[in-house]
């Protein structure tokens, strides 16, 4: 039996050519229920029976599989979503104190950057996702949470390494002709891969950019993040400064805070020094533990001395609060289920 052709990542014109749907606008149809959630074609009642049974025979909504859901006693949900080919990833649900919904999506199962503070990092690369599986991600959560107001690719993998599937799934969730998700709720994250950067900002989407930081001290970093290596801080200071010129917008810089490693005074001085002149935000996340890493989460007053030496610098701060931390679902645990699955 032939397999069924998986329509999340497709734009209406491809699902009418990939099916045959006559007449073309069925396409459209297909779209805008996919957006609304629908995971059966029966639902899709502006459709004929004869259609819906074609499209069943032939296709199908999702090539996921909804494995796992974890919840945090604080609100973090975390799925653990298994692709057709037997991979796992995670997706997480973030709750602010407003009350808006982000999903944390991954892009690829594993990642290759292999940072010394993350869980992901420690998994490997397995493959880069599809626009459909990411899509996918996002309305598996929008199924399980709600209604969501945001997406970051914070999640599993660096997202400049899958540029062209991340394209696509911003501009599916993004048409108006579907969910309509506004790209000024769209946050992209990199570890400092500078070549990905310039070319988000030359050609887009132009989405809000995060970039790990984790310190700038530059032996310091390279220790910690080898992606440092081929992307040095000076480099990587250019690329932001070009990225906030030619989209008109002010960039987060993340750290996760190791006690003692990067929350000294001279890590803060040299933090200032890298941000100085650029229009950023800093997001300063407490190290949150992983089993059989060499850190330790700083203490709340390590936190505070190092976020007010920034702040008495002029420079906009905020402190996270530690959140999904019993399910392996904040910043740094993705893939802990997926490890002890493997």
């Not at 599993?156 to 696509?168: D, H, T, V």
């Amino acid at each position: 039996m032939d397999k069924k052709i998986s329509i999340s990542g497709m734009f209406p014109q491809e699902i009418t050519e990939a099916l045959s749907l006559n007449p073309s606008f069925r396409g459209k149809q297909v779209f805008q229920w996919i957006a609304k959630g629908a995971s059966d074609f029966e639902v899709m009642t502006n459709l004929d029976k004869s259609t819906r049974e074609k499209l069943s025979a032939s296709a199908c909504i999702y090539s996921t599989t909804l494995k796992q859901t974890l919840r945090d006693p604080d609100g973090t949900i975390k799925l653990q979503i298994e692709l057709d080919d037997g991979r796992d990833i995670e997706t997480v649900l973030l709750t602010d104190r407003e009350g808006r919904k982000t999903a944390c999506v991954s892009c690829q199962a594993g990642c290759a950057m292999g940072c010394a503070f993350c869980m992901t990092g420690t998994l490997g690369l397995g493959r880069n996702l599809t626009a459909g599986e990411i899509v996918e991600e996002f309305l598996l959560m929008e199924k399980t949470a709600g209604t969501l107001d945001n997406i970051v690719f914070m999640g599993m993998g660096e997202p400049m390494q899958n540029l062209p599937a991340i394209r696509k799934a911003v501009e599916i969730l993004s048409s108006k002709e579907g969910r309509n998700l506004s790209t000024r709720r769209i946050t992209v994250s990199t570890c400092g891969l500078i070549k990905g950067i310039y070319d988000l900002a030359d050609n887009g989407p132009h989405v809000r950019l995060a970039v790990s930081l984790t310190t700038a001290d530059p032996e310091l970093r390279e220790s910690l993040m080898p992606v440092s290596k081929g992307n040095p801080l000076h480099e990587l200071k250019k690329a932001i400064s070009y990225y906030i010129e030619k989209t008109g917008k002010r960039v987060t810089l993340e750290a996760a805070l190791m006690s003692g490693r990067n929350t000294t005074p001279e890590s803060a001085r040299r933090m200032i020094d890298f941000a100085k002149g650029l229009d950023v935000y800093i997001n300063l996340i407490p190290w949150n533990p992983v089993k059989n890493l060499p850190f330790a989460t700083p203490s709340a007053s390590e936190c505070q001395a190092f976020a007010s030496q920034l702040e008495n610098a002029g420079l906009n701060v905020n402190l996270r609060t530690r959140r999904g931390t019993s399910i392996g679902g904040a910043c740094g645990q993705l893939g802990s289920s997926v490890k002890k699955n493997t």
